[in-house]
């Protein structure tokens, strides 16, 4: 009895831990992603390449909290059947957003003051001066009434209070409301006197722009200018696109002739306001070329030329990916548009971005390819024989046998003595991997050669008695030379034998 041996290898166990990527950002209104993770292994053995991932590696977010990735042990699947149990332990990926710093916002109160005329007047509405750029006046609501009325002399406030502002926005959790309350003022008429502060705009030009005084305009012309003393100041510097205020008011104008009771300035604030100009942005992708070599090739960035020189790379962001990648030959783009570049500078009204996309081309390369036919010799046995295929050198290593196809015979037969060639074209070879150009077929003939059999015959003996007839001679023999082709006759030699005559 015989029982037949055998070897056995078991499977192994691995833990592959996969820990995804994280990010924490503060929020900026933009999205913000990460992707990805990182590979652990516990056997050396067992490689990245022996698992395949079916999810998705990534986590998108723009306001305050934390997405996660949703990795899961089961997305992640073993497929090398060397190991027997592979434990997929996974750690999930994320991207935070964290609260912004805290935000002051200045609500200040529209304010009117009017000489007494028995009629009423109002004022509405307010100001607001937020410390963030983030923050915007609709993330926070209004729950009171921002006008005063009056007729009689006095001053009614709106009651602007800071609980009468609520924030809405959760990506901000400190949101601090300053508050100066606006106000209806009527005062009795002795003299009125309008100050118009002085008003000046400009283009934004990276400067600082002053404006500086006011004019005056007294309703009475017993009052001058020299009745009343200024004790604020007359100025507004602006560098940035905006409109910058003097602050004047009412308080800062004093009267001191004691032939006026009263005396009411009606204050028009004077300003400085710069206007946001247009400006062109150049952007041009990085652009390279290689030759085919079998391997990924990457081309990356973009060159930025600014027609103005106030308007500067940090003043916008770029949303894309300038990033082009090819390995076979042909040419691939990085995609890059107008829309994927956000100015975020205000000085800057329109900013036009003209984009010129970059890519990555990877030329085809040349292969030369030298066939050479095969050959074969036998000698002439009345059967037929036969001769084929053919061996192939490649100039270049990338060049393989599988990238052209033969479309001729590469097969010669014959049977008779003969030189058979086989006679293989270029024109039988065609290339058809793109990545090269220009291959060159050369053919090397090769044939089948079918060499002559020499054959020796000798007569046989023969006597008789004369009857003039020809006798023929049995120490001749005759020796086939050759074997002409099939249908002509074949060539002897004679001799005859020592001691003949």
């Known amino acids: 009895r015989f029982e037949d041996g055998y070897v056995k290898i078991n499977p192994i166990d691995v833990t592959v831990t996969i820990t995804g990527h994280h990010n924490t950002t503060k929020y900026d209104r933009t999205e913000h992603i990460v992707t990805g993770y990182d590979v652990e292994i516990s056997n050396k053995l067992y490689k990245e390449a022996d698992f395949t991932f079916d999810g998705t590696a990534e986590a998108k977010r723009t306001e305050v909290g934390q997405t996660d990735m949703g990795l899961k042990p089961e997305q992640f699947t073993n497929d090398n059947a060397n190991f027997g149990t592979v434990t997929f332990k996974v750690t999930d990926g994320y991207q935070e957003i964290t609260d912004p710093d805290a935000v002051v916002v200045t609500i200040t109160g529209h304010n009117n003051t009017t000489p007494y005329d028995g009629e009423e007047h109002s004022v509405s509405g307010y100001d607001v001066e937020i410390s963030n750029d983030l923050y915007k006046v609709t993330d926070f609501e209004f729950k009171g009434t921002a006008a005063a009325a009056k007729t009689d002399a006095g001053t009614e406030n709106m009651g602007l209070d800071p609980e009468q502002f609520v924030n809405h926005n959760a990506n901000f959790n400190k949101v601090t409301f300053k508050v100066v309350d606006g106000y209806q003022t009527i005062t009795p008429i002795d003299v009125a006197v309008d100050i118009t502060g002085h008003t000046h705009t400009d283009d934004y030009d990276g400067t600082e722009h002053t404006v500086t005084g006011y004019e005056v305009d007294i309703k009475n012309s017993l009052y001058k200018v020299t009745d009343f003393d200024f004790n604020g100041n007359a100025e507004a510097k602006q560098t ?262």
């Open 240 to 501: 940035d696109a905006d409109t910058k205020y003097m602050g004047l008011a009412a308080s800062q104008f004093v009267n001191h002739n004691a032939n006026f009771k009263t005396v009411t300035f009606n204050v028009k604030d004077g300003w400085q306001k710069i206007e946001p100009i247009d400006v062109e942005v150049d952007i041009t992708g990085h652009t390279d070329t290689q030759p085919y070599d079998a391997e990924e090739h990457t081309v990356t960035g973009y060159e930025v030329d600014i027609k103005n020189s106030l308007y500067k790379v940090t003043d916008f962001d770029f949303n894309g990916n300038a990033e082009a990648k090819q390995t076979d030959a042909d040419t691939k783009y990085m995609g890059l548009a107008a829309s994927q570049f956000v100015n975020h500078n205000n000085n800057f009204k329109t900013v036009t971005f003209n984009v010129k996309d970059g890519w990555m081309k990877v030329e085809p390369i040349e292969a030369a390819v030298t066939i050479t036919e095969n050959s074969g010799t036998f000698t002439y046995d009345a059967q037929p024989h036969e001769v084929s295929g053919y061996s192939v050198k490649i100039s270049e290593p990338l060049y393989k046998e599988s990238d052209f196809t033969f479309s001729g015979d590469d097969t010669v037969s014959g049977t008779d003595a003969n030189t058979y060639p086989m006679n293989l074209k270029s024109t039988d070879f065609t290339n058809t991997n793109p990545n090269f150009t220009n291959v060159t077929f050369t053919i090397v003939d090769g044939s089948l050669v079918i060499n002559p059999r020499a054959i020796t015959i000798k007569a046989d003996d023969r006597t008789k008695a004369y009857d003039n007839d020809e006798l023929t001679d049995p120490a001749l023999t005759a020796t086939i030379t050759s074997v002409p082709e099939k249908g002509t006759a074949p060539v002897y030699s004679l001799s005859r034998a020592a001691g003949q005559d």
